[in-house]
């Protein structure tokens, strides 16, 4: 059974860096597209960043681009997400997702309806 679990999370202050993990168990990941999403209180969940199982596609949404940077380690089964000059809008809780593309999958999507998996969400808060 696949499992994600997301770590990393935590209180920066503003224009602080963090980088959050999100931790594949139960299969390969390099079968699968993973996605980063987040959800601030009051909010609806939105797609960040996504990267295919190939690593040849990425994809930000307009408001990370510039800031985050998605990256995946397959021999570590993890995929991360660095947060550079963090803005207390970024304050939510981040959701790692797997999407089966299997081996060499040369898309993503940052839409949620294309994932299956979910792991339980890590808190990032920016504040002073």
């Known amino acids: 059974q696949l499992q994600l679990v997301e770590s990393g999370g935590g209180l920066v202050q503003p224009g602080g860096s963090l980088r959050v993990s999100c931790a594949v168990s139960?299969?390969?990941?390099?079968?699968?597209?993973i996605g980063w999403f987040r959800q601030a209180p009051g909010k609806e969940r939105e797609g960040v960043s996504c990267?295919?199982?190939?690593?040849?596609?990425?994809k930000y949404a307009d408001s990370v681009r510039g800031r985050f940077t998605i990256s995946r380690d397959n021999a570590k089964n993890t995929v991360y997400l660095q947060m550079n000059s963090l803005k207390p809008e970024d304050t939510a809780v981040y959701y790692c997702?797997?999407?089966?593309?299997?081996?060499?999958?040369?898309?993503?999507?940052?839409?949620?309806?294309?994932?299956?998996?979910w792991g339980q969400g890590t808190q990032v808060t920016v504040s002073s």
């Open positions: 997702a797997a999407d089966y593309t299997g081996l060499s999958g040369s898309h993503c999507s940052t839409g949620e309806y294309r994932y299956d998996t």
């Open positions: 139960g299969f390969t990941v390099d079968y699968y597209a």
């Open positions: 990267i295919s199982s190939s690593g040849g596609s990425i």
